[in-house]
């Protein structure tokens, strides 16, 4: 029943005439390709090859779209692009090489499905990585839905509110001690060349990779998560909370 | 007749007080990414000089293999030991006199940022090394630092994150006393840029200075509505450093979005000054706290992708019959600022590209009049190019004659603004700029030397294409730079004339350097043409060449025997 609901999507999404395709494949271009330091206006001319009258069958085009090109600035469009969007761009670049009639099905794997988010989520979403906030913002350590660096491990449980937040036991913090100086650290690795940790000290934490002769690890700490999310008042805290708890799968 | 060098060196204190000689000069080593912190480009070493360049060979060869894009870094060499870093960040020690391995190090393959923006661009511009460490910025934007002596990471600390911003941190890293300076790109997206200091022993954050002032902070006010939000900005390259002023001096990005104002610039404003604060400027931060001393905006309001990124040279020059602490700028539309560093004064200016439609001139108070802006709905061929009349590759400085020498291309673009809105990360340019070739002309780019306090073109060497590599001034009377056909070629630094060139294979995207071990000079150039962005870009200019890709490091000397 799933995919027979599926299947009519897929057939009203591209119940679109080719000229509508084409045209939205030429805004999908001017966004993500066109810019004068890659592909140019229309494929003719910039900082990476041309893609105008170059003889490239669609086929091509599409893996080449899809994948990327390894080791080299072209990335890999599969998993950045909408379905809909990524079969308008093939399309598109397909006709500026002279493909008179471009198929619009789509094919292939689909993008990554758009999250519908309530607004105060959306908010919540955007604190959680605001730039404005630098290195005091929620994603200096966590990463929720590909955004946000990963020193923390993945949130498997959402506190219930900006209290309990505040309260968070953090037992896996412990104390690094090299040379004089004593730190809070995450422990990453210990192994018999090298013990690996980030020192919590300021924000961003650094890796820090030590000989195991030249760091002393203790147990317990005195960092505490309510030290590091003083650039959030409780509604904005709340708010991240919301948009966590409909975004952390447990 | 060459006059001994030890007349000249004699005459010298009279032109240049020697404080100012001392930090501006390398010796046997190249510590820094600009030479010295006062990024002269200038050995002190003369073993090598106009009499016997013609005599130089390639004394090793280095093959980096890694070749997903041009080696067009600067190499650092401190003892001996040669510290360079590829396009995918392998970093290598090689014993700076034989090309042998000591240590190497693969930085594992990062994920990728935001498809379609900077963050996918692959390349690295050089490492800094300071307190036993070599630290470099990765295409995910970490700042690594490897222990100097093994090469085994001792710290990484991530500088954003590039699935946000589309940004990341390719260029050089500057050593300022104990600490480690970084910018980063992301100025042609929405994007809001800075640079961080980080404690080169510990790698944590000691400071960090936006570029584009956030609400209440003073400039905030030259942006309009929530614009300073996605500013650009963004100081890509590398600064210079003044111990004795204690100053960082660092060029500032374009605003952003580059070529339609409407969304960022409020209805009637005075375009003369301080538009857009502090993007296309030349700015002075307390090295220890990151403060903002001074600022000079070179392009206020910039509508053409000008940047004022590139480097800072800093020098004493006496000016109108007084000894001034000066520093010289050139942004990319060529056009070249000399401010007095210590305050920021306006002393005077030279315009370096003979193709120049974008402004008809600068005031006696370093304004700019004329301005031929892009509108929307139209297309306009402006001069020079988004490429640049240079592009980030530097210039060099001469203490003995007194010169700058820089290449300068004559590129033109045709500039179509539009009026799209930003999305974070996403490039933000509002804009087609394809580049176009000027009529009427055969040669499209040249070497100039240039007198900075007299502003005067002292010589120009004219060459068919353009030249997109540093230049390199040595104590020989030697200008070294390379060409996109692959020949890496000296120039006579009093008169221009061409004295010795070598085919090295590949086209030149990077720089060159020279440093000294067990008393015999090398001269060491890296190769591999850029497959992508401005190298990329002027392929299309020149269809019937092909400017061939890369990754090796050539090093020349004078023969055993023959010095």
Redesign the interface.
Known sequence: MKILLFLVIGTVANAQSLPEVLKQGESVF?????????H??RG???????LAARGFDQNFINNTVTR?VQ???????G???SRADLTAVVAYVASLNGVANPAIVSSGPAGPPAVRLSAEDARGRDLF?D??R??GRC??CHEIA????PVATPIAKVPADAAALKALATPQVSTATVGSESMPALMVSKKAD?VIFY?L?????????ETPASVQTGDGSSWRHSSVIGAYNDAELAAILSYLRVTVKP | MRIPAFLVVALLPALVPLRAQDAGVTHADWPHYGGTQFSWRYSALDQVNTSNVKNLLPAWIFQTGDYSEYLGSTPIVVDGVMYLISASERVFALDAAKGTVIWQYRYPTPRRGIAGSHSDFIQNRGVAVSDGKVIFGTRDNFLVALDQKTGREVWKVSVDDPKQCGCNNLSAPLIVKDKVIVGGNGGDQAHRGYLTAFYTKTGRVAWRWYVVPGPGEKGNETWKGDSWRYGGGAPWLTGSFDPELNLVYWGTGNAAADFYDADRVAPGTNKSRDVNLYTASVVALDADTGKLRWHFQEVPDDLWDFDSAYEVILMDRQIRGQMRKILVHMNKSGLTFVLDRTTGEFLSSFNAPELSNWISGVTEDGKLVGRDEPVLGKTKNLCPSTAGAKSWNSMAYSPRTGFLYTPTNEICNDITPNDSKPSEGRFYMNGDFPMRLPPNRSTYSHVDAWDPVTSKKIWSVPYKYVLLSSMLATAGDLVFTGDPEGNFFALDARNGDRLWSFQTGAGHRGASISYSVNGRQYIAVTTGWQQTLVGGGVVGLFPEESFRDGSTLVVFALPEGSR
């Open positions: 001017n966004k993500s390709c066109a810019t004068g330091y890659c140019g206006a003719t001319t910039g900082g990476a090859p041309r990327g080791s080299t600035a072209m990335p890999a469009f998993t950045a692009l990585s730039s404005v630098g290195f994603s200096t590909g955004i946000g660096i090298a020192d000290t300021s924000a961003p934490p650094v890796l820090r990779t």
